[in-house]
């Protein structure tokens, strides 16, 4: 069975008439005659009663009817949904952040791409960095911010951010008397980290293992207000990204001697499917971040 038959035959069905269904469809009558006499054969079954100029339906022509409005309306819904995707009216976009991103970095990407995109439909995912690499590799999401260092060869990515990791600790520590923190005094002190999987983990266990250091976790949590507060309570010390203690007094940073540097990236499968809305997405990220890097 084809479309144009099935619209064919509802068109007669509504019609019970030939002339009247070729009128209606501003088609020629013998094109109309000839698709359903296609189709009957192919089928095997006679699907209308023809009779002096009259026409009805038989029983497997009732039957037909009843599946064909349904497969004529799945169709047309099918074709305008993807007419929409294309045009930007409808998608999904699915995307993996980490916590010190999507609390600091992101925000005002997302609403400003709301605002340019409001029928899309935005899912922001939280996870570490290993956990979101693995989810993108599995299809789980579409796009995911990602350290550039490890990155498999089936994953496609682009940089958007390079920020520099920085000691932070309560206004009250030590430290601050200090302009740079060597790994051996880092390492000396009780951490606040993040779990295993995080940027903000990963840097610190490779630190830590290039330097034979031992790390004194005194709290472990992925929940970054949290950590916050125990950094401010004297509690214990971590590594944060410059954006997340910028517009806060009571955290003081200093630089790592030598300095270390994240490459964060956004990542996608490499011979995956791209969906219009994600395009639109990653376009539009990276425009954004190529406009913040001009502006420094």
Partial sequence: MEIKQLRYFIAVS???????????????QPAISMSIQKLEQDLALRLLHRADRKVSLTGEG???????QKIIQMHDDAELEMRERKGLVKGDVRIGISSMLGSYYFPPILMAFK???PMLNLEVIEGGTS????????????????????????????????????????????????????PEQFFSQELVMFKQGYFHRKVVDRLAKETSASLNIGFETNLLPLI???????????TLLAMVTQDDDALITRSFDPPIFLDLNIAWRKHGYLSHANQAFLDFLLAYTE??????
């Fill in 228 to 238: 916050k507060s125990i950094i401010k309570q004297g509690f214990g010390i971590s």
């Fill in 131 to 182: 956990e979101l690499q693995s989810m993108i590799e599995k299809g789980e999401i579409d796009l995911g911010v990602v350290v550039a260092e490890d990155v498999p060869d089936s994953l496609e990515m682009r940089s958007i951010l390079t920020e520099e990791m920085l000691v932070t600790v309560d206004e009250n520590h030590a430290f601050t008397e200090l302009d740079k923190i060597t």
């Fill in 115 to 117: 605002h340019k995109y």
């Fill in 62 to 68: 009732k039957a037909l009817y009843c599946y064909a």
């Fill in 291 to 296: 406009s913040q890097y001009s502006e420094k």
């Fill in 14 to 28: 509504n019609c019970l008439s030939f002339t009247k269904a070729a009128a209606s469809l501003g088609v020629a």
